[in-house]
């Protein structure tokens, strides 16, 4: 089972946050003050991430998806709300089109329906079963932290920087795979639960662009389109971000 953690009332409604390639169930800190007065917050570890389970590769978004829902269903959860950031957006949108039953409301934040191709992918994957996750940490804490922050919160980006080196090379490379055989452009439509799709104006890992498509095509969603701030936003920008979050959840 994957590790995780529960915040907040246990008889609340639960929302679920799920964590960007290379990160940790930490790195939603800054949301959970904001949620737990009123949502029973489950964080967890994406499988190859952290303190959960590497299985062996190769690894498809139904397998973190799947890994979802099986973990609902331990811990006997019938529906939840889901909110997740980058390749956790990605699950988000693979449960509200396979797994409609169990999601409430859906966050999807700075993430995309198919980015790069499965090539690009797979040469990440190649260099970080090669080098380690190392040979990427410079150029993707620069994707997703503006100077501004990383000047501003150095032992905060310090201590991130160090759990995206520690991350399991094969579980980042499975999960990175995961995300080249991503697309479900076509499917958007039928995603039923309330959605808000998040963008980071300044965001160079995932361009708002692609927040943009997934609120045209999901019914009835909403954009909200934050006018700073890179690929974590939720850290660098907790404030606005969290309003955004708990308008959404608490409609």
């Known amino acids: 089972m994957l590790h995780h953690r529960f915040d907040g009332p246990e008889d609340a409604p639960v929302v679920v946050l799920s964590n960007s390639l290379g990160t ?3 790195m939603w800190d800054r949301q959970v003050p904001a949620l737990s007065d009123r949502f029973r917050v489950l964080r967890y570890d994406a499988r190859g991430h952290g303190r959960s389970p590497v299985p062996e590769g190769p690894y498809s978004m139904a397998d973190l998806g799947g890994d979802v829902v099986d973990l609902l269903d331990r811990l006997e959860i019938e529906r939840a709300s889901f909110c997740g950031i980058s390749i956790g957006g990605m699950v988000g949108l ?4 396979n797994a409609p039953e169990r ?9 995309a329906a198919q980015v790069l191709s499965a090539a690009d992918w797979k040469e990440r994957a190649d260099t970080v079963r090669a080098d380690g996750v190392v040979a990427l940490a410079d150029a993707t804490i620069d994707r997703w932290f503006s100077p501004e922050f990383r000047e501003a919160e150095p032992a905060l980006v310090e201590s ?12 980042y ?7 080249g055989g991503h697309d479900v452009r076509e499917r958007l439509g039928s995603i039923g639960a ?10 160079p890992s995932i361009p708002p662009e692609h927040g943009r498509l997934i609120a045209s095509r999901v019914p009835e969603a909403q954009l909200n389109a934050l006018s700073h701030g890179r690929h974590l936003c939720n850290i660098e920008h907790p404030e606005e971000f969290n309003r955004a979050l708990q308008g959404h959840l608490r409609v």
């Open 24 to 26: 940790t169930l930490e």
């Open 94 to 97: 693979w449960l509200g089109i």
């Open 103 to 111: 999601i409430d409301r859906l966050v999807l934040c700075c993430t």
């Open 160 to 171: 991130i920087r160090e759990t995206l080196v520690d991350t399991d090379a094969e579980g």
């Open 173 to 179: 490379a499975s999960c990175a795979e995961a995300i």
């Open 194 to 203: 309330p959605t808000l799709v998040i963008t980071a104006a300044d965001d």
